[in-house]
Nanobody
Framework: QVQLVESGGGLVQAGGSLRLSCAAS????????MGWYRQAPGKQRELVAS???????NYADSVKGRFTISRDNAKNTVYLQMNSLEPEDTAVYYC???????????WGQGTQVIVSS
């Protein structure tokens, strides 16, 4: 079992920045891919960014050049640095992790990000 706890959401003006953190209850070295997803009201949950255990990253086209995902396996934590935020980025952001060996997927409880225009 893996518990994921997100933090760092909040209200920010357009053009501002936020940094999300997601702390896992197990060693980062026992987790394969980690990712950030978001779900806006009335929309499906979508992938924002993901990172492998070795540090390879993948981004949604809508956030490329603005968001940066990183992870610290020693601290069991994945981060999402969000710059140049736009009102369209408003959503609940969820952390996801894939447990190594079992392949089980775990989700955090979500953190709200609101970008005002």
């Amino acid at each position: 079992q893996v518990q994921l706890v997100e933090s760092g959401g909040g209200l920010v003006q357009a053009g501002g920045s936020l940094r999300l953190s997601c702390a896992a209850s197990v060693s980062g070295f026992s987790i394969n891919d980690m990712g950030w997803y978001r779900q806006a009201p009335g929309k499906q949950r979508e992938l924002v960014a993901s990172i492998t255990r070795s540090g390879s990253t993948n981004y949604a086209d809508s956030v490329k050049g603005r968001f940066t995902i990183s992870r610290d396996n020693a601290k069991n934590t994945v981060y999402l640095q969000m710059n140049s935020l736009e009102p369209e980025d408003t959503a609940v952001y969820y952390c996801q992790a894939e447990k190594r060996f079992s392949g089980n997927i775990y989700w955090g409880q979500g953190t709200q990000v609101i970008v005002s225009s």
